[in-house]
């Protein structure tokens, strides 16, 4: 059994072109145990996979609905990993509460609607500043680095970092199911996001969508330092098998950032 997660601090403004974490979401390994209920195939031990093939941190989003991820997976990832683990949640108080009760090393703050198959956009910092800070500033004081998923416009980077978010998100699924023309301006805008972000202050994520196609180019972008990604990786899992899934990925983002920063 792995002992109480270490804490753990991000790498400094100098280190931030040189290496990209990756969190690895787990959510949908649940997803497949709650189909015929029962305990397998068990997240936690897909955490544990996913760290020994590279994985720097661990996410999971638990739903109001409990669709996939539990509160028992919460509890038992919070108390068996060792590296960080990366809570997504509504700014609901239920998850509140439940947040500060193990305070996770992060907390990612999400849009949430319960008929959505899937998180649709990103947070609306800019029309909800007051009820998001109290909640940064909750779970900052508590310990965990709070972090905003957000669509990669100006005036919600300028939110989050108004309301004293240290770490964004961006959100990159518009650019990950676009082609074209259509994907470069995407992929323009997540980097004049991530630009902004850092001349804010605020450190940079990425995610939503990502896969082998699309992964190099936003990795390339040297002011984002993680990638989160979970569906596509517990996808090409059923036919390589976890470990290669996430080792592919590791070296198609460790490449394209050294190739961008050579």
């Known amino acids: 059994m792995f002992a109480r997660a270490r804490q753990w601090a991000p790498p400094g403004h100098d280190d931030m072109a040189r290496r990209l974490r990756l969190g690895v979401n787990i959510d949908h390994v649940a997803t497949i ?9 068990d997240p936690v031990r897909a955490a544990r996979l996913a760290v020994q093939a590279g994985a720097d941190g661990i996410t999971a ?11 028992d997976d919460i509890s038992r990832l919070s108390r068996e990993l060792e590296v960080p683990l990366n809570l997504e949640m509504a700014a609901t108080p239920e998850m509140l509460a439940i947040a500060l009760r193990h305070r996770p090393h992060a ?8 008929q959505e198959l899937t998180t649709e956009g990103g947070l609306d910092v800019a029309g909800a500043g007051a009820h998001l800070r109290r909640y940064v500033e909750q779970l900052t004081a508590a310990g965990c680095r709070v972090s905003l998923f957000v669509d ?5 980077l300028d939110a989050a970092g108004a309301i004293g978010a240290p770490v964004v998100e961006i959100h990159t699924g518009t650019y990950c199911d676009s082609a074209g023309a259509t994907r470069e301006r995407e992929l323009a805008r997540i980097a004049a996001a991530a630009a902004r972000a850092e001349g804010l202050g605020i450190e940079c994520h990425a995610g939503h969508g990502l896969t082998y196609e699309t992964v190099a180019p936003v990795a390339a972008i040297p002011t984002i330092v993680e990638l989160n990604i979970g569906h596509f990786l517990i996808g090409e899992a059923i036919f390589s098998g976890l470990d290669s899934a996430i ?6 983002m460790d490449q394209a950032r050294a190739q961008a920063s050579a």
């Open 61 to 71: 989003h638990l739903r109001e609905d409990r669709r996939h991820i539990s509160d």
């Open 33 to 41: 145990r709650n189909a015929r209920g029962g305990r397998f195939p």
């Open 247 to 252: 080792r592919r990925m590791r070296a198609a």
């Open 107 to 114: 907390v990612c703050l999400v849009p949430e609607k319960r």
């Open 152 to 156: 990669p416009t100006p005036t919600q």
